[in-house]
């Protein structure tokens, strides 16, 4: 698995003029790529009145409401914010775990067994991955509504069979490439299949797991359609609470939506800088794995 | 190895049963109920509701009757402009709504197979008019429960203060009775706005997609109305758009005599306007009683503190008809159904909490204090709110209330597509041409569209 | 939405080694075990909504329960709806535009970085950063920005289609550069050493480097990443809901508004819950709108694989 890591090579290398003019340059094209979330930050504590004269000015006295627009943000829309966070995570947390457990399970499996069922899961499960959701949309919500998923328990099966393609792939294409006498010599030991699993491949398999988990986690919390259609409407997650809120009558409270924003960019950006390794990783080797 | 993948397997599970744990715990607290009551046999009730402004009054009603009877009773709330479609999808839901509502003869032809026939209810009974029931052949299926009443809102103060100065034509506020009038003194204001300390005459015409139903349906109600009462009809498969032209008008002022560009509107909600106008940057507000409570600071959302004396209403005028007789426009577009599909104890439950609604003390006073309504019903709380009381006042001096008419509109597209025409005309970008071809092309397409089925 | 789309060329499994691992007997509880409940789950979250997909496509309903039997009808009307075949070309004029620009940007920052520039680690973790942002979210952010802007020239995102399409554009490329960028990162620093080495002893000047050794070595990354953004680009709905939701519109001449900015994914899900008559009509496009992902998808990998092998 090709491993980024941007210290091996450079780094150590003479800057040339050229280099630092680069850098330069970077530096100034990084400013504005973090400017937009920046923006909506300071926006945040600016009055509706303020953000619509300018969104890129500082708050002056007058404009400036410090944290009100987080307090009233808080219960904007007759919907708690709190629960749309604990939606989202358990939602993002228990999907993602579900998916691993299940799909890694599954493309064991099937990729050990190798019949013509398995081959026939493990072709659908490919397929699976570039039908655009507008196609089974509407089929799939009446679905999980039939069979009562409409819950945040529920949608983490949907979650797992819509996901379980991607995943299944990924596991499957690692699975290839573990060596098969190291199972073999377990099966003669007389571990079976649990145990082989559990003790001997599912240790291997940690850094798929690890990129499944990610490319996942990276789905499942910024859905918004799916949840939207399929969930209950006394559940909310963060993407369906955010555009819920952008039209309320017209009584739009613009610097609320700003405050509830930047609240539910912090979580993504503490988990961002608490794995970027593994983030990295991860969409390198779903993307090289293919 | 192994074994500290099993500890952080487990780790992983028991963090995702603690998540688990406390979403069962908020999932419960918004959908419990009944089980105080005890009594297991009784139905349920299930209201989508449709105005999402309403929402905690609703829930908190809702908590209420949960509490004296036992009844459980879920609210939920659609988002702006998505009321159809939850609709649609709900119903296809096993848990259906029990209570929901259509805006009219446009929205009953969609729903009436799901709609129970309410004529021999209580409910219906308790009606002040049987006209506010909603009707096809000798059925009834839908009951209005709310009578509302838009026109041009103004600030006294500032009208008054415009009257008193040397340069108005228009002397008094009793004087503008006709469009030609209201225009003068807005476009006088519109010059004077210094002088009279405002932004403009008439606040934004705020046309974001969240508030451009003040024009894309109240506004066009007007149009619409002077046509079916010259041909002497109530709905219709095609308009004809004989009055577009004094729409254009009434919009041109609106867009023009304004506390901004025109360019600046298609961001502009109505929320920018109201605090415009409860600021005092503008004088002119178009829009209905439901503002009364964020005007005044009734409304706990509100920060505003207008005052009784400081409001006024106007009829829409736009130089059609007989315009000394016109009122203001006073209509319905929510009437409740009962979904016929649910089972006969969630009926039963569903037409007891509607009438405990409307005859109770409690009830009563939620409707008309928490959500402002004016309900229809013999039980009916006097109204507190001045618009509703300078309507009666008009109605009684003779005036003749504008109906509401926008309930035959073909469909939602068709409003979102003059609203847009609306958007592009007023920034500039688009022609009125458009906005007719909108009006009336758009009418008879989506008419027919609407009705294939 | 880079889960779903990330990691897609399944076509390319080579034929591997036949073990069969279980006993025969035990299979069928372990098969149980290990496959039912994904097996189960898929069924029901792809399997059977796809085909049920397929079949409701043909019939007109309102409710997946009064579904009656109509044949091509839904098809038919899909083909004669305007809104519908303006989103298409809306879509593909947006795609080749996005696909070029994502992946020229991501490529070349992808090559500064691992020129070993001062800083590189600190800008990889900011220009992956927005890819963590759902796209509600940054739709909602850009459109603040951009009107922002916009307003001190009197104009409006929603008022004019070339603003809208660019905003889109700029958004898209704001967001995924990022993420190909990481891909392209990696490929880069796979190409061996010692080529490099072996090319400037045969005195190959940079450009010629360029083209004859990185080049060819990064079209593995090239193919992926143009297979990621191209799907990404044309299932795109979250901004374009959130940023445009479509405006502005021109009036057809049956009086309908055609919007000028809604790509396919919008369009269908508006046919679907715009009125209950043209149900039929959006699973029919939802059909046609999965057939072209499929043809492009295999289409582009058909060509920038050739290329790969002739390498």
Known sequence: MAKVKAKERPQKKKQTLGMKILTVLFTVISVFYVAPVFIVFMNSFKTNAGISAGPFEFPTAETFVGFQ?????????????WKTIVCSFFITVGGVALILVCTSMCAWYIQRSNTIVCKIIYYFCIFSMVVPFQMVMFTLSKTADTLSLNTPWGILIIYLGFGAGLAVFMFSGFVKSIPIEIEEAADVDGAGPMRTFFGIVLPIMKPTFISVAILETMWIWNDYLLPYLILDKTYRTIPIHIQYLNGSYGHTDTTAIMALIVLSIVPIVIFYFACQKYIIEGVVAGAVKG | MKRKNVTRVAALTLAGLMAAGSLAGCGESSSQGGSTGGDAKKGKVYYLNFKPEQDAAWQDLAAKYTEETGVQVTVKTAAEGTYEQTLTAE????????????????????????????????????????????????????????????????????????????????????????????????????????????????????????????????????PIYFEYKDEGISSTDAIKGTYLDNYKNIFDLYITDSTCKGSDLANKTGSDAETEFATG??????????????????????????????????????????????????????????????????????????????????????????????????????????????????????????????????????????????????????????????????WKTEYAAANAG | MFGKGAASLPFLVKKERQMIMFKKRARKIYSLIFVLPTLAAFIIGFVYPFFNGIYLS?????????????????????????????????????????????????????????????????????????????????????????????????????????????????????????????????????????????????????????????????????????????????????????????????????????????????????????NQNSRGVGQAEGVIFFVLVVVIALAQLYFTRRKEVQQ
Request: with cysteine; net charge negative.
């Open chain 1, 69 to 81: 627009s987080y307090i009233s943000g808080m219960f904007y829309g007759n919907y708690p914010f």
């Open chain 2, 91 to 222: 119903m296809d839901k096993s848990e259906a709504p029990t209570l929901f509502q259509v805006n009219g003869p446009v929205g009953l032809a969609n729903w009436k197979d799901y709609c129970e026939d309410l004529s021999k209810s209580d409910i219906y009974s308790q009606l002040t008019s049987q006209d506010y029931g909603l009707k096809d052949g000798d059925a009834v299926y839908g009951v209005g429960y709310v009578i509302e009443t838009y026109g041009i809102i103004y600030n006294k103060t500032l009208l008054q203060k415009y009257c008193d100065s040397d340069f108005a034509t228009v002397k008094s506020i009793d004087e503008i009775n006709s469009f030609e009038k209201l225009k003068t003194v807005a476009d006088e204001i519109q010059a004077n706005k210094e002088a009279l300390g405002v932004d403009g005459a008439f606040t934004s015409a705020g046309m974001e997609a969240s508030s451009d139903w003040r024009f894309k349906t109240h506004l066009a109600n007007l």
């Open chain 2, 281 to 442: 940057k503008a004088v002119f507000y178009q829009n209905g009683t439901w503002e009364y409570g964020m005007l005044t600071g009734k409304d706990p959302k509100s920060t505003f503190e207008m005052t009784d004396d400081q409001l006024g209403m106007l009829p829409v005028y736009i130089g059609v008809g007989d315009e000394a007789k016109q009122g203001l426009c006073t209509g319905c577009e929510n009437y409740w159904c009962v979904n016929k599909d649910a089972s006969e104890d969630d009926k039963a439950a569903t037409l007891d909490f509607m009438n405990w609604c409307v005859t109770s003390e409690v009830g009563t006073t939620a409707l008309a204090d928490d959500m402002g309504f004016v309900i229809p019903f013999k039980a009916a709380k006097e109204a507190t709110n001045v618009f509703v009381k300078l309507d009666n006042e008009l109605t009684a001096n003779g005036k003749t209330p504008v109906s509401w008419n926008f309930t035959t509109m073909p469909s939602e597209n068709w409003k979102n597509g003059v609203g847009t025409a609306l958007t592009q005309y007023a920034a500039g970008t688009g022609e009125w041409d458009d906005v007719v071809k909108a009006f009336v092309d758009g």
């Open chain 3, 58 to 274: 043909f019939c007109k309903f309102k409710t997946t329960s009064n579904a009656t039997f109509v044949g091509f009808d839904n098809y038919i009307q899909a083909f004669q709806n305007e809104g519908f075949l303006r989103s298409f070309w809306f879509t593909a004029l947006f795609v080749v535009v996005s696909v070029i620009l994502i992946n020229l940007i991501a490529f070349f920052v992808a090559y500064v970085l691992t020129l070993g520039i001062r800083g590189s680690n600190v800008f990889r973790t900011i220009f992956f950063m927005p890819n963590l942002v759902g796209g509600i979210i940054l739709g909602y952010i850009w459109q603040l920005i951009f009107n922002g802007i916009l307003q001190n020239f009197g104009s409006n995102i929603e008022l004019d289609a070339t603003y809208g399409f660019w905003g889109l554009v700029i958004l898209m490329c704001w967001q995924q550069a990022g993420y190909m960028m990481i891909i392209y990162i990696a490929g880069f620093q796979s190409v061996p050493a010692d080529l490099y080495e072996a090319a400037r002893i045969d005195g190959a000047g940079k450009k010629q480097v360029l083209t004859s050794v990185t080049l060819p070595m990064m079209m593995p990354s090239i193919t992926i990443c143009t297979f990621l953004t191209l799907t990404n680009s044309f299932k795109l709905f979250d901004q374009n809901l959130a940023l445009t939701n479509g405006a502005p519109g021109v009036v057809s001449s049956s009086g309908t508004m055609v919007y000028q900015t809604e790509m396919m994914a919008l369009n269908i899900y508006k046919t679907f819950y715009a």
